[in-house]
């Protein structure tokens, strides 16, 4: 008699989980027909790529350092914006840029768009075009810092200088920021957000790099759209196994470098971290339910069950999706002998850890502590951070963006997702609560790779509907604000 009382739990469930599922879907919306005129894109392609012929590499936060390139930088950008130079209050921090728009209510919060000047260094090598070169050809922008991030800079300011043209003024005090070093996790964000709190100064908002909108990220989606409402913690450990060393013609049966391998390969096997569907990870996966197929909707519609088996699942296929249930453990570098027949004393390899929100700093460096006493090694910890704070999604700003995001595209999924990489925004928490990481633009899944890559791109066309989004968000904030 009990197996029929199972059988009828087993399938009241099984009709609960089918019914959910159907319930959670929506059709898809059409995909927005933008399409700029080839004059404009030509215009677009030359005035960005003069941005990007410009090797602003991340400079450190050194008074003597360099900044020619980043005098040039600043000398191009004046020439392109001319009206932005003219009537924008214009405050430089060693390289870094602040600009203030203002408005017509200095009673009103201000808000804040960010970006970055710096890029990460690139040699020739694998590149169909020079990564500095700057190339325009069919529509598509080549070159390092098209993607990340010197689109930002130039999208907001060329749609700032738009609405200059056309005699518009916001209601509230608008400004803007662009470092010099986020690409090395340094202080040049940190100087501007020191130089707000002198101002006494608090924003509605603040918007930096972050998601996009990806283009058929997935089978069933047609574009995706994440912002990003927090970051993962940061911290680098150094692990060292210390012995004599010795010729390498009579190792012992563990050598320091054997101890070190064991070492990695328990960490990489065990996988000792926490993974659980923090509140996070699981309104990711409520705002994407509507826009999967039938056979996903059935497991995602129904976390109340399946929320163990999604996180096992999820986790082992790694990468950004199993990054968002805990922290994530990657070794990055390592060091051994000067000589190929010398076994050397003090080897050693290190972690570059991403803590979650199942366990914060400390409580990830005690889990690799235990393994690593097991093998006797020595831990130096460095750069460590912890996670930013999460922003909330029921607030008026994250339902205006939501809103501005479905005008420019009307076919994107909006997504609220845990950033696994870090952005200069997390300076900004303590002078806002509504810190979103978005670049409005439209990318393919081969340019949101290219970041850091080979062949980093833009398409043109994609700049242009991006300077129209950030014309409808300053034109219309203050109105859905109120």
């Known amino acids: 008699m009990w197996w029929k009382i199972l059988l009828g739990i087993v399938l009241l469930l099984l009709v609960i989980c089918l019914v959910r599922a159907a319930l959670s879907g929506h059709k898809a919306k059409p995909a927005s027909a933008f399409e700029c005129s080839k004059e404009q894109m030509d215009e677009y392609g030359k005035q960005f790529g003069d941005l990007i012929r410009i090797p602003t590499l991340s400079k450190p936060d050194d008074p003597s350092s360099d900044l020619s390139a980043f005098d040039a930088y600043h000398a191009k950008v004046d020439e392109l914006f001319p009206l932005v130079h003219e009537t924008l209050e214009k405050t430089e921090l060693n390289g870094v840029l602040l600009y203030r728009w203002k408005g017509k209510n200095p009673e009103l919060k201000p808000i804040l768009f960010m970006g970055h000047q710096d890029v990460v260094p690139a040699n020739d090598?694998?590149?169909?075009?020079?990564?500095?070169s700057g190339d325009y050809e069919d529509g598509i922008l080549w070159g390092r810092g098209t993607v990340d991030d010197k689109c930002n800079l130039f999208t907001q300011l060329s749609a700032v200088e738009q609405?200059?043209?056309?005699?518009?003024?916001?209601?509230?005090?608008?400004?803007?920021?662009?470092?010099?070093n986020e690409e090395t996790s340094?202080?040049?964000?940190?100087?501007?957000v020191r130089y707000l709190k002198e101002k006494e100064l608090e924003f509605a908002l603040v918007m930096d790099e972050g998601g996009a909108v990806l283009e058929s990220p997935m089978k069933g989606i047609q574009s995706l759209a994440a912002v990003g409402v927090t970051e993962k913690g940061y911290l680098?450990?150094?692990?060292?196994?210390?012995?004599?060393?010795?010729?390498?013609?009579?190792?012992?049966?563990?050598?320091n470098v054997t101890n070190l391998c064991a070492f990695v390969n328990e960490v990489n096997k065990k996988k000792p971290f926490k993974r659980k569907m923090t509140p996070e990870a699981r309104a990711m996966i409520a705002s994407l339910t509507p826009a999967l197929p039938f056979y996903l909707r059935f497991f995602t519609a129904n976390l109340w069950l399946f929320s163990g088996i999604l996180v096992a699942v999820m986790s082992r296929i790694g990468g950004q999706v199993g990054a968002i249930f805990g922290t994530t453990c990657a070794f990055t570098m390592m060091h051994g002998s000067d000589a190929e027949n010398v076994m050397p004393s003090a080897p050693y390899v290190i972690a570059n850890i991403r803590t979650g929100y199942c366990q914060n700093i400390d409580e990830s460096i005690a889990v690799l502590k235990k393994i690593?006493?097991?093998y006797h090694l020595d831990m130096e910890t460095y750069d460590a951070r912890e996670a930013s704070p999460v922003t909330r999604t029921d607030t008026t700003e994250f339902a205006?963006?939501?809103?501005?995001?479905?005008?420019?595209?009307?076919?994107?999924?909006?997504?609220?997702?845990?950033?696994?990489?870090?952005?200069?925004?997390?300076?900004?928490?303590?002078?806002?609560?509504?810190?979103?990481?978005?670049?409005?633009?439209?990318?393919?899944?081969?340019?949101?790779?290219?970041?850091?890559?080979?062949?980093?791109?833009?398409?043109?066309?994609?700049?242009?509907q991006t300077i129209v989004f950030y014309k409808e968000f300053i034109k219309g904030y203050q109105a859905a604000s109120q």
């Open 125 to 132: 090598e694998g590149w169909s075009h020079k990564p500095f």
């Open 163 to 180: 609405l200059l043209k056309e005699g518009y003024q916001p209601e509230e005090d608008i400004w803007f920021e662009y470092s010099i």
């Open 186 to 192: 340094g202080p040049g964000a940190a100087h501007a």
């Open 400 to 464: 205006y963006l939501t809103s501005v995001i479905h005008k420019v595209y009307p076919e994107a999924v909006v997504v609220p997702y845990v950033m696994t990489g870090g952005t200069d925004c997390r300076h900004f928490t303590g002078i806002s609560k509504n810190c979103l990481r978005f670049f409005p633009g439209r990318l393919t899944v081969q340019q949101m790779s290219s970041c850091h890559g080979i062949d980093e791109n833009i398409s043109i066309n994609a700049i242009a």
């Open 372 to 374: 690593a006493d097991k």
């Open 236 to 255: 680098n450990i150094k692990f060292t196994s210390r012995s004599h060393g010795g010729h390498a013609a009579t190792p012992g049966p563990v050598t």
